[in-house]
């Protein structure tokens, strides 16, 4: 094996997809003999919705999920709200996607094996690992009772909070769980609320929250009334337990019914300080949990897969020195160290039970949240849009004075690359950025002003054709395309006003949507390093 997936949640999954697109065929087991019924995690944020429009599954969630707009935040007994929107998104998908964890799982599951022929081996179990000069040794529980001893290039653990990856190797998960206890109902309700936004009822008594799933179905989560028992279990509430609480909590009238889960939980706060260890990574939540607080935690793991595979996938077929995995955990750890502090904030906030300052939070809240740069912030930072690598080792900026980057670029190296509308692909049709880029390699941007770089110049590129799409972005050039790029029409300029461009500019976007290299001339020794430093011809 090349590579063998532990885990088919969304993350094994989205890394089994990623890898497959890339050309790696993976192998991907779960304990589990049957996908998971509950609806688990519910929201898909824009980020991610991005990331599924790369893989090309986009147009399956959005036929299925139910788009929500935006939150309304209730405070205290009375009927004041807080509305958080986001309509003003910069991204193409400006809602979060309420979709069962079940549905988002059969999607991917379904990608995996009917447009890659990759089956997904259930009930098969991880029983040993030991990490060897070059490869991985595994040792295999199938549902018939026989061992398997198998080897592998590379492991990856996506196996959830209760990793066995994890547990096999020893790695500590740090942190710890939360006083508070949690019970959650996936249930019909009637009231006349809109069902376009999550509503969160912050009660005297207690919280409350509601998220839509489409047809008056909701998940209801709550704090638990009875607390935990001795043993950290919480117990299963009632249809009518939920309904007490809903009539205490909620200021509008709502009737329950027809439950299909019914659960009582805690939530922690753990994580691991280092995702790589060796040749096996670990990822998601078997890297990283926290509250429910934002709906962060599948988002969030399913970054983590898609950051990882195009890496590996290079790595895999020769075409990147094996240095460019130690990027991964670079980049994702302080990604989901900024995670766990923002949800465990939210959670400290929601969760405050002291009377004065929750009468102090009620009045104080309305004042800051709907300050649109606190609006603007909340969205960014909810939809993941916000993540950045700038700091990374594998993003580079190139300017002919700081100065001139200053005043001109709206992005950095490191940043998500922005979409942008209405520009003419190399098929002549009208057609926004992200639709143009969906392949695998890297995309080099050549956003023309004043000069045309042609043949010579652009031959020095030559070498790295398999792993490198070029295209030139012109605003009326009267050019044609060649062998050595295709060609973007931008007639209004779009594209420059977007990334606050005002010269000849090199953009390098990566596989996975973020700004490699940035430079404001065309100086093509410069890029040919940038790529000599982790890629090989």
């Given at each position: 094996?090349?590579?063998?997936?532990?885990?088919?949640?969304?993350?094994?999954?989205?890394?089994a997809?990623?890898?497959?697109r890339?050309g790696?065929?993976?192998?991907?087991?779960?304990k589990?003999?049957?996908?998971?019924?509950?609806?688990?995690?519910?929201?898909?944020?824009?980020?991610t919705?991005?990331?599924?429009?790369?893989?090309?599954?986009?147009?399956?969630?959005?036929?299925?999920?139910?788009?929500?707009?935006?939150?309304?935040?209730?405070?205290?007994?009375?009927?004041?709200?807080?509305?958080?929107?986001?309509?003003?998104?910069?991204?193409?998908?400006?809602?979060?996607?309420?979709?069962?964890?079940?549905?988002?799982?059969?999607?991917?599951?379904?990608?995996?094996?009917?447009?890659?022929?990759?089956?997904?081996?259930?009930?098969?179990?991880?029983?040993?690992?030991?990490?060897?000069d070059?490869?991985?040794?595994?040792?295999?529980?199938?549902?018939?009772?026989?061992e398997?001893?198998?080897?592998?290039?590379?492991?990856?653990?996506?196996?959830?909070a209760?990793?066995?990856?994890?547990?096999?190797?020893?790695?500590?998960?740090?942190?710890?769980?939360y006083?508070?206890?949690?019970?959650?109902?996936?249930?019909?309700?009637?009231?006349?609320?809109?069902?376009?936004?999550?509503?969160?009822?912050?009660?005297?008594?207690?919280?409350?929250?509601?998220?839509?799933?489409?047809?008056?179905?909701?998940?209801?989560?709550?704090?638990?009334?009875?607390?935990?028992d001795?043993?950290?279990?919480?117990?299963?509430?009632?249809?009518?337990?939920?309904?007490?609480?809903?009539d205490?909590?909620?200021?509008?009238?709502?009737?329950?019914?027809?439950?299909?889960?019914?659960?009582?939980?805690?939530?922690?706060?753990?994580?691991?300080?280092?995702?790589?260890?060796?040749r096996?990574?670990?990822?998601?939540?078997?890297s990283?949990?926290?509250?429910?607080?934002?709906?962060?935690?599948?988002?969030?793991?399913?970054?983590?897969?898609?950051?990882?595979?195009?890496?590996?996938a290079?790595?895999?077929?020769?075409?990147a020195?094996?240095?460019?995995?130690?990027?991964?955990?670079?980049?994702?750890?302080?990604?989901?160290?900024?995670?766990?502090?923002?949800?465990?904030?939210?959670?400290?906030?929601?969760?405050?039970?002291?009377?004065?300052?929750?009468?102090?939070?009620?009045?104080?809240?309305?004042?800051?949240?709907?300050?649109?740069?606190?609006?603007?912030?909340?969205?960014e930072?909810?939809?993941?849009?916000?993540?950045?690598?700038?700091?990374?080792?594998?993003?580079?900026?190139?300017?002919?004075?700081?100065l001139?980057?200053?005043?001109?670029?709206?992005?950095?190296a490191?940043?998500?690359?922005?979409?942008?509308?209405?520009?003419?692909?190399?098929?002549?049709?009208?057609?926004?950025?992200?639709?143009?880029?969906?392949?695998?390699?890297?995309?080099?941007?050549?956003?023309?002003?004043?000069?045309l770089?042609?043949?010579?110049?652009?031959?020095?590129?030559?070498r790295?054709?398999?792993?490198?799409?070029?295209?030139?972005?012109?605003?009326?050039?009267?050019?044609?395309?060649?062998?050595?790029?295709?060609?973007?029409?931008?007639?209004?300029?779009?594209?420059?006003?977007?990334?606050?461009?005002?010269?000849?500019?090199m953009?390098?976007?990566?596989?996975?949507?973020?700004?490699?290299?940035?430079?404001?001339?065309f100086?093509?020794?410069?890029?040919q390093?940038?790529?000599?430093?982790?890629?090989?011809?």
């Amino acid at each position: 094996m090349e590579v063998l997936i532990v885990g088919a949640g969304p993350v094994g999954l989205t890394a089994a997809c990623e890898l497959a697109r890339h050309g790696i065929r993976p192998r991907i087991i779960d304990k589990a003999p049957l996908p998971s019924p509950f609806s688990k995690a519910l929201g898909i944020h824009a980020r991610t919705m991005e990331v599924f429009e790369r893989m090309g599954v986009d147009g399956a969630f959005l036929e299925q999920g139910m788009k929500v707009h935006g939150i309304n935040i209730w405070l205290g007994s009375d009927k004041r709200t807080i509305k958080v929107r986001f309509d003003g998104l910069d991204s193409p998908y400006p809602f979060i996607l309420d979709l069962p964890q079940s549905q988002t799982e059969r999607i991917l599951s379904q990608c995996l094996t009917e447009r890659y022929g990759v089956r997904i081996e259930r009930g098969v179990e991880l029983l040993e690992l030991e990490q060897r000069d070059g490869f991985v040794e595994v040792k295999l529980l199938h549902p018939d009772g026989t061992e398997e001893t198998a080897q592998t290039a590379w492991l990856l653990g996506m196996d959830g909070a209760h990793s066995t990856v994890r547990h096999r190797l020893g790695v500590p998960f740090e942190g710890s769980a939360y006083p508070e206890s949690f019970v959650l109902a996936d249930v019909r309700i009637e009231w006349d609320l809109e069902e376009d936004l999550f509503q969160f009822f912050s009660h005297d008594q207690g919280i409350l929250a509601a998220f839509s799933y489409g047809n008056q179905r909701y998940r209801l989560m709550a704090d638990a009334e009875g607390g935990a028992d001795p043993d950290g279990k919480v117990q299963e509430p009632t249809l009518e337990q939920f309904q007490r609480i809903v009539d205490e909590r909620c200021p509008v009238p709502a009737k329950l019914s027809e439950p299909v889960w019914l659960a009582g939980f805690r939530t922690h706060l753990r994580h691991v300080k280092q995702t790589r260890h060796g040749r096996v990574f670990l990822a998601g939540d078997a890297s990283h949990i926290h509250s429910p607080a934002g709906g962060q935690g599948m988002n969030t793991g399913i970054q983590d897969a898609f950051n990882l595979a195009w890496k590996l996938a290079l790595v895999v077929k020769g075409h990147a020195e094996p240095s460019l995995l130690e990027t991964y955990p670079v980049e994702r750890i302080p990604v989901a160290e900024s995670v766990l502090k923002m949800t465990d904030t939210m959670m400290k906030i929601v969760t405050e039970h002291h009377a004065v300052v929750q009468k102090l939070r009620n009045h104080i809240a309305p004042f800051i949240v709907n300050s649109e740069i606190v609006q603007h912030r909340m969205r960014e930072q909810l939809s993941e849009i916000a993540v950045h690598y700038r700091h990374s080792p594998i993003v580079r900026e190139h300017h002919a004075s700081l100065l001139h980057r200053l005043i001109h670029s709206k992005v950095r190296a490191g940043d998500r690359a922005p979409d942008v509308p209405d520009v003419i692909g190399p098929d002549s049709e009208a057609k926004r950025l992200y639709e143009i880029l969906r392949g695998t390699n890297h995309a080099l941007l050549l956003v023309v002003k004043d000069w045309l770089p042609v043949g010579g110049e652009l031959d020095r590129l030559s070498r790295w054709s398999r792993l490198l799409d070029v295209y030139v972005v012109a605003e009326n050039t009267p050019v044609q395309p060649n062998e050595h790029y295709s060609l973007i029409q931008d007639p209004e300029q779009r594209i420059a006003q977007r990334y606050g461009l005002n010269h000849n500019t090199m953009i390098l976007l990566r596989p996975d949507g973020y700004i490699g290299y940035l430079g404001d001339s065309f100086d093509f020794g410069s890029l040919q390093s940038y790529l000599d430093s982790f890629l090989i011809p």
